[in-house]
């Protein structure tokens, strides 16, 4: 919920952010979002940037740029755990790094970084790559006499494509895709070695974290586990600043 304009988000078990306006007794729809593929279980707003934090069930995090109204601006793949609804984050301006806990893991990603926002995903009734029906494509495939192939899309550049076309695998941390996603074989020939190197870091929590708090000025992060653990983390060669006088690891 955003006090200052009064809109409120809403995310939903069909993957859906609806914006909605707050007024007196009354409540309006202002546009919905879709880009996640599961539900959502996590929503974190920024009030001085504008931007809005989602994270779903299919293991991705969402940056929206509300203020800019430019919609999906960053997709971010590489979470090993589906991001529940204890997910917490905390957006620095500085040093532009989203840091964020699921399972068992703690995640920062470095947003600074030269980043592209991830490709729509194309419609298509044929291969768009060597033009084979897809198996519902049943006018083609009576056509051409061949049997339907299924349908997948390429990561890097959202075409439609069949297995045979999309053989590769990779990493591409500049889409935000931290392990191994399907790339056509065109596109995995254009990804460079230097291209694969991670734009995130992920530490062991060593317990089910059930939610987080970060105090940015002393570079400090504090963990609540369903163990009933607390823990305190330096985050100090995250975020870049000093720890606090008087506070010693133990």
């Not at 109204?69 to 609804?85: A, C, F, I, N, P």
Request: glycine share 8%.
């Amino acid at each position: 919920y955003d006090h200052e304009t009064q809109h409120a988000f809403v995310g939903d078990y069909s993957g859906q952010i609806t914006l909605l306006k707050l007024e007196q007794n009354t409540c309006s729809v202002i546009t919905t979002l879709k880009g996640h593929e599961g539900s959502i279980t996590s929503l974190w707003w920024d009030p001085v940037q504008r931007l809005l934090f989602s994270g779903a069930s299919d293991h991705s995090i969402i940056m929206w740029d509300i203020g800019g109204r430019k919609g999906r601006t960053l997709l971010l793949q590489g979470h090993q755990y589906v991001m529940e609804s204890y997910f917490s984050s905390c957006l620095q301006p500085e040093q532009q790094s989203l840091n964020a806990c699921s399972g068992n893991i703690a995640y920062s990603w470095r947003l600074k970084k030269c980043r592209r926002c991830a490709p729509q995903w194309l419609e298509s009734d044929s291969c768009q790559k060597c033009e084979q029906p897809f198996f519902w494509n049943i006018k083609q495939m009576w056509d051409t006499k061949t049997i339907g192939l299924r349908q997948h899309h390429c990561r890097k550049c959202g075409q439609a494509v069949c297995g045979k076309c999309s053989t590769k695998r990779s990493s591409y941390p500049i889409m935000g895709f931290e392990f191994q996603v399907r790339v056509c074989d065109s596109c995995f020939e254009s990804i460079k070695d230097e291209d694969r190197t991670s734009l995130a870091t992920f530490h062991e929590g060593k317990h089910n974290i059930s939610h987080m708090s970060m105090d940015i000025s002393r570079g400090l992060m504090v963990t609540c586990g369903s163990d009933r653990i607390v823990k305190i983390w330096d985050m100090t060669p995250v975020v870049g600043c000093s720890l606090a006088t008087g506070f010693s690891s133990r």
